[in-house]
């Protein structure tokens, strides 16, 4: 685990997002509302399950320091035959969120995946991506 005791604490702030590719069958039932699995509406799941998995990035990512978030958001929209996840992690604290901004749009990811593979195994998860970060000793914004 890296030493972090003489870093002082800071607003620090992470946005990932995630790019599922799907099939038009798909797309149409989420557009319709029509796709409820069993386990309930595919995207309030998946929300869920980011939310949910950015709280226990420590746990999933080997010597992560365990941070106390603040706030974590997950949004998910459709593009032409693409999902799209975008996730927010914010924390006050010695070190970065970027982790658990990442981590929720992974599980967010990986949730869609799992609920839409009995109509179709030809979904993709495409990318996943830090966005930006702010706090710390540099800040980062893919352009």
Known sequence: MVDVSSKKSSLRTARAQATLRVGKEIIQKI????????????????????????????????????LGLEDCQVQISIKANKIIINTLAIVTGKTGVEMEALTAASVAALTVYDMCKALSHDTVIEEIKLLEKTGGKRDFKRI
């Open 31 to 66: 557009k319709n509302n029509e796709l409820q699995t069993k386990k309930g509406p595919v995207f309030q799941t998946a929300i869920l399950a980011g939310v949910m998995g950015a709280k226990k990035t420590s746990e999933l990512i080997p010597l992560c320091h365990p």
